[in-house]
């Protein structure tokens, strides 16, 4: 029998590209249907490791990707909403939540997946509904998730054939190592577990690879997917490389006790497929998942001792920013809105001072280049955005109370500060976007317009920090300084923008960079206003007095 290698290789690489596409726009459709209730569910049900491995289960079951929650619980540690030993129960869950794609194609519905990719290609081409259109990317992605597995079916079907891959996998039965080191090598290259496993399933669906080969190979795929990880921590902070170090010697570990518990496993993986009477695919699926929880169960009570371990192997103090307010307290809104003010004025100066560390990240982002300083500032804005909305609601509520007129005024007064200070943010992110512009297409700024914008930067700097010290202490002196270095921010604006349309004529600047100095200027411009606008707030109370 004639055997087309080009064949081969053209369906299975197109089936597994499918794949991998289905795979990614699925999560990406599930992602914005549900992304913002799962943020929300690693907050607020990881109280303890045992919720932890609930969360990170039920959070990667829908955004089908281990590495995505990983991702997002070290967001969460490094914003203060979880503690590192809560992390490792959400990442102990990702494995588990993971296996959920391995059910998926264990089920057998091959056949239908070009059905399945036009319910989903109508709903996203015929409906202007979001709701809709991000279900039927779902749809899609699940529907191209078959085809491209049936693909792959079809083109590794000729390797029966083949002496070479039939001694590699007898190899593989005879010795585990191999078919360990198989899957850690094939995952790393295809950047998925998902897709290793299913390439697995597509296997022995064919008859081309047996349990005794393929759980070794299962092992080696749960150590690939941490590769990933691992390799994006490098140069990242330290919770990072904490949450990376976790996943992957909690997964080598799993990968350690099973080869050594492979002969029982193994008889269980038969028991189980004999006794359910699973097709191929599915008792890959229950071997993945009985694995995954079976790992989980095993190491579960010694997460503060690989708390522990890594930490030692991770030393050093991480940045924290703190997204969740320290200050509002709801019972004070009924026993006492005076002090339910001041509850709210001491989170508002809290706002003030990410303000200026969001914005001097941003400074020394734009005289560095270090990707660590626009990671921060956007750590710093979203904390803004977060207290924001949690301080707007406590004041909306303390409105539904008896304020004396003194604290109606002062009420209005800090609602307004609390929208200055996050419309900081705002701008500050605005400038990260500029300088991210002008580093991705090249744009060089003039000696002569760094100069200008580090002054611009440095003032501005100066005016954010006085305003949130007026604001703090009640203080007209420094909140008269804030409107006279604004009044001086504007006159900077005109001036360097002058500068520039000199320079412009000249030609001693292109007219790209004369765009992203003058939108820098604005910027730092309208952050001087909302500075201001807590400033005059200030003085305004002090002449009610």
Same mark, same amino acid.
């Given at each position: ?20 596409? &289905? ?49 997002? @619980? ?32 264990? *089920?057998?519905?091959?056949? #239908? ?7 989903? +290609? ?15 990317? @779902? ?24 002496? @070479? ?73 330290? &919770? +990072? ?11 080598? /570990? ?13 008889? #269980?993986?038969?028991? $189980? ?20 929880? +079976? ?13 522990? *371990? ?10 924290? $920013?703190?997204?969740?307010?320290? %200050?509002?307290?709801? $019972? ?32 020394? #982002? ?11 500032? @956007? ?29 109606? %005024? ?23 976007? /500029? ?53 001086? /921010? ?5 001036? #360097? ?32 206003? %909302? ?13 009610? /007095?």
């Amino acid at each position: 029998m004639d055997i087309s290698y080009q064949e081969i290789i053209f369906q299975f690489f197109g089936g597994l590209g499918i794949f991998l596409f &289905g795979l990614k726009y699925m999560a990406d459709g599930l992602q914005r249907t549900a992304g913002e209730r799962l943020r929300d569910i690693l907050d607020k049900f990881t109280k303890n490791p045992f919720m932890g491995v609930i969360a990170g289960a039920v959070a990667t079951g829908f955004l089908q990707s281990s590495s995505t929650t990983t991702v997002l @619980t070290v967001g969460l540690v490094n914003a203060g909403f979880m503690t590192f030993r809560q992390a490792i129960g959400v990442i102990m869950g990702a494995n588990i939540g993971t296996t959920l794609t391995a059910f998926i194609i264990g *089920i057998d519905i091959k056949a #239908y997946g070009l059905p399945i990719l036009a319910i989903g +290609a109508f709903m996203i081409f015929f409906f202007k509904n979001h709701k809709v259109s991000n279900w039927g990317q @779902t749809i899609f992605g699940f529907g191209a998730l078959f085809f491209g597995l049936e693909t792959m079916g079809k083109g590794v079907e000729p390797l029966e054939n083949v002496q @070479t891959f039939t001694d590699l996998t007898v190899s593989m039965s005879n010795n585990p190592i191999l078919g360990v080191v198989v899957g850690v090598l094939f995952t790393i290259l295809v950047q998925s577990s998902s897709a290793t496993i299913g390439i697995l399933q597509s296997l022995m669906g064919e008859g081309l690879v047996s349990i005794d080969a393929a759980l070794p190979v299962l092992f080696g795929d749960n150590i690939g997917t941490t590769v990933t990880a691992a390799l994006a921590a490098i140069g990242a902070s330290v &919770g +990072a490389k904490r949450a990376a170090f976790a996943h992957v010697i909690f997964n080598v /570990l799993g990968a350690v006790i099973f080869l050594l518990l492979l002969v029982p496993f193994e008889a #269980y993986v038969r028991w $189980i497929s004999s006794y359910m009477d699973l097709g191929p695919e599915m008792t890959i699926a229950f071997a993945h998942g009985s694995f995954n929880i +079976a790992n989980t169960i095993i190491q579960f009570p010694f997460i503060a001792v690989l708390a522990w *371990i890594v930490m030692k192997l991770v030393p050093g103090e991480d940045t924290v $920013i703190e997204y969740k307010p320290q %200050h509002l307290d709801p $019972i004070f809104i009924e026993q006492s809105p005076s002090l339910a003010l001041d509850q709210a004025k001491a989170e508002i100066i809290r706002m003030g001072d990410y303000a200026y560390k969001g914005l001097s990240e941003t400074n020394l #982002y734009l005289t560095s280049n270090l990707r660590k300083h626009s990671e921060l500032a @956007t750590q710093v804005e979203e904390a803004l955005n977060n207290l924001d909305r949690k301080i707007t609601d406590y004041l909306v509520d303390l409105s539904q109370t008896s304020l004396s007129d003194d604290d109606s %005024h002062k009420h209005g007064a800090l609602l307004d500060s609390v929208r200055d200070f996050e419309r900081i943010g705002d701008h500050f992110e605005n400038l990260i976007e /500029l300088i991210d512009y002008k580093n991705t297409h090249k744009v060089n700024l003039t000696d002569q317009a760094h100069d200008d914008l580090n002054e611009m930067f440095s003032l501005t700097l100066e005016t954010v920090n006085q305003a949130t010290r007026a604001l703090e202490f009640m203080d007209e002196d420094e909140a008269r300084e804030v409107v006279r270095k604004e009044n001086e /921010l504007d006159r900077m604006e005109r001036t #360097y923008r002058k500068k520039h349309i000199i320079r412009l004529n000249e030609g001693i600047c292109s007219g790209q960079a004369g765009i992203v100095f003058v939108d820098m200027l604005s910027n730092l411009e309208r952050i001087g206003d %909302h500075a201001v606008n807590v400033a005059e707030e200030v003085l305004e109370e002090k002449e009610n /007095l």
